[in-house]
């Protein structure tokens, strides 16, 4: 459902939609289940599609802890989830530097956009 909606450009239904989804699989699956690093993983791509990559950063190292520990260091999702990290990283230095140089000359910031997609549960 969150990629639909976020498929549809409907960002804050489908961080609502996995933030929900996120709080009923914790009660019912381990804290290490695949399926809540899935969810954190789309959480984590509904914010950095708001622009708020702190918080983005946050939920994809949360889900590249249960990836690690799931799957060991080769697996593809271990190496999507340290490229979602290495992009926002990079992401969160070029808006940086951007703003840096638009204070100087007062253009708007450019706006950062994502092109991965969710996993769909």
Do not use: W
């Amino acid at each position: 459902m969150s990629c639909l909606y976020s498929n549809c450009d409907m960002r804050e239904d489908a961080l609502r939609y996995e933030l929900k989804a996120l709080e009923l699989n914790r009660q019912i699956l381990s804290s290490d289940h695949i399926n809540i690093a899935n969810r954190l993983r789309n959480i984590g791509l509904d914010y950095e599609e708001m622009n708020n990559l702190s918080e983005a950063l946050r939920y994809f190292s949360e889900s590249l802890s249960i990836y690690q520990a799931n799957y060991g260091p080769e697996h593809e999702m271990v190496k999507r989830g340290e490229a979602d990290i290495a992009i926002l990283k990079e992401k969160q230095f070029s808006l940086s530097y951007h703003k840096e140089e638009n204070n100087s000359s007062n253009k708007a910031s450019p706006t950062v956009v994502s092109s991965r997609a969710c996993i769909i549960l």
